[in-house]
């Protein structure tokens, strides 16, 4: 069974470029959430998708923008970015959007805002 | 609103110490889930247990194990005979899940550090 994977692992940007992240969700999930955690601080809710539709979204504006497909695996978009969109960005699936179900986290993508 | 808190940020211990983890939870829902994450330095979240709102038994694997008082809103965590590989970030989280998906919200984490 394959595991949550993330690309990239790592990445570099300047303020007011748009970035895409992209996730894979665990084999036979069909939902996936993203959080953003900041240094020394818990993960915080972005957004959840379930079947291709958003099912969900945390505090955060507009221009945190995502996608699923029909495979489950999902994008986030992130535009205009700013100092302190650096942060840790983890990606979860889940058997389905019900609380359920456990979140299996992939490694995250560590994005550094310059 | 739901709120997770973690009071302790580190915790030191020695190999083979017992160590117990807080966790207090803030919630109106009457149903909701509680859910313990392990973070190494490799940053991705292990997931540990998962506790409905109904159960409050106390569950046990292994070294770990789960007290949870819904009396007091708490899900405290402890590691019996601790080991080096425990080292890590802890984390609670309570599933919010009124509509709009199951939004996990974490605590702020406790560092735990295992010398020998």
């Known amino acids: 069974e394959t595991g949550v994977t993330q690309s990239p692992t790592h990445l570099i940007k300047t303020r007011g470029q748009q970035v895409t992240l992209r996730c894979s969700s665990q084999s036979g999930h069909n939902t996936v959430s993203w959080y953003q955690q900041a240094l020394g601080q818990g993960p915080q809710f972005i957004f959840q998708?379930?079947?291709?539709?958003?099912?969900g979204r945390g505090n955060f504006p507009p221009r945190f923008s995502g996608l699923q497909f029909p495979n489950y695996s999902s994008e986030l978009n992130v535009n205009a970015l700013e100092l302190d969109d650096s942060a840790l960005y983890l990606c979860a699936s889940s058997l389905d959007g019900s609380r359920t179900y456990e979140q299996y986290f992939g490694p995250g993508t560590r994005l550094t805002v310059t | 609103a739901q709120k997770v808190t973690q009071a302790q940020t580190e915790i030191s211990v020695v190999e083979k110490e017992d160590v117990t983890l807080d966790c207090v939870y803030e919630?109106?829902?009457?149903?909701?889930?509680l859910f313990w994450y392990k973070q190494p330095p490799s940053g991705e979240l292990v997931f540990l247990i998962r506790r409905n709102s109904f159960d409050e038994q106390n569950e046990i694997s292994g070294r770990y194990s789960w007290n949870f008082q819904k009396s007091t809103s708490s899900f405290n965590f402890t590691i019996t005979a601790s080991q080096v590989v425990d080292s890590a970030v802890y984390f609670c989280a309570l599933s919010e899940g009124t509509g709009g998906g199951n939004k996990l919200t974490f605590g702020t984490g406790t560092q735990l550090k295992v010398e020998l």
């Open positions: 919630t109106r829902d009457t149903t909701y889930y």
């Open positions: 998708y379930y079947r291709e539709e958003e099912n």
